[in-house]
């Protein structure tokens, strides 16, 4: 759209006008061939943007090049399941010593260096579309073995994914890996896994149908209540109560000769001459002269 210079050894000031679009995606690179930008060394040199009357980038202090980005600039949109990811780089004085590779895994998705050597810092920049369950990393070299700040400049790099900061440095020895997401492995699948959930214990001849409660010793025939303590040869029918006093009919028979036992009720004297008949109940006091 535009371009202008070289131009002349003095202090002057440029300027240049275009209309465009306003969904233009608008970019500008300037380059200095003395790699001391157009500010500070020799002069207080400076750009401007200036769209629609509003400052969009102001600068001058830069190395070889720099490229200024003006507008919302979606070109490299990804897909929907894919996130946007961009390395930054600043790089310190000496830019031949620091390359970088950013893996997916192992393999490797960007990469870049060495950079040049020069007193101004320089800023690098690359972009790349990966998926979201993508498990990033990314490994910076330094070969002197000083990292990239702050000894001879105060270079630094920066992880954004979708637009968000993931991860700033600068300040390592002769590498730095950073992990940019929680990549967790995955277990691994069981090789022979059942067709069916395992039981505890199971029986070798299973019931057809299940009991909706277990029972602890199931009988063939249950009773309708339990008994507390059950008889070798059970009545065929329970009685209300028990008796207390056994009943006057025995269940034996009885014998034909008399028990060899004594009765409990002795007589306390017996007579010389029985009575031809006994009496109804015994005498307390046996009469002195007993009948002859």
Avoid at 83 to 93: A, K
Avoid at 133 to 140: E, Q, V, Y
Avoid at 252 to 273: D, I, K, V, Y
Wanted: glycine share 8%; hydrophobic share 25%; aromatic share 6%.
């Amino acid at each position: 759209l535009l371009q202008d210079g070289p131009f002349g050894n003095n202090f002057q000031l440029y300027t240049k006008e275009v209309c465009v679009s306003k969904s233009a995606c608008l970019s500008m690179t300037i380059a200095d061939f003395g790699w001391n930008g157009i500010c500070c060394s020799y002069g207080d040199g400076y750009y401007r943007i200036i769209v629609d009357g509003m400052v969009q980038k102001y600068g001058g202090d830069f190395g070889r090049t720099e490229t200024t980005q003006i507008g919302d600039c979606n070109l490299n949109a990804c897909a929907s399941d894919e996130s946007m990811v961009r390395v930054e780089l600043l790089t310190d004085r000496y830019g031949s010593e620091t390359t970088w590779e950013l893996k997916n895994g192992d393999n490797v998705l960007l990469q870049d260096g060495p950079f040049a050597d020069n007193f101004v810092q320089q800023l690098y920049t690359k972009e790349i579309c990966v998926s979201k369950s993508a498990c990033l990393s990314m490994m910076i070299v330094d070969t002197y073995g000083d990292g990239i700040c702050c000894e001879v400049g105060k270079g630094s790099y920066k992880i954004f994914v979708d637009g968000v900061l993931q991860k700033s440095g600068g300040e390592f020895q002769s590498s730095e890996t950073t992990q940019i997401r929680d990549c967790q492995p995955t277990t691994g699948p069981v090789p022979f896994p059942t067709a069916l959930p395992v039981t505890a214990a199971p029986v070798s001849n299973p019931t057809s149908a299940p009991t909706s409660t277990l029972t602890n010793n199931p009988t063939s025939n249950p009773t309708s209540t339990l008994t507390n303590n059950p008889t070798s040869n059970p009545t065929s029918a329970s009685t209300s109560t028990l008796t207390s006093n056994p009943t006057s009919n025995p269940t034996s028979h009885p014998t034909s000769a008399p028990t060899s036992m004594l009765t409990n009720n002795s007589t306390r004297n017996p007579t010389s001459s029985p009575t031809s008949t006994p009496t109804s109940k015994l005498t307390n006091n046996p009469p002195s002269n007993p009948p002859s």
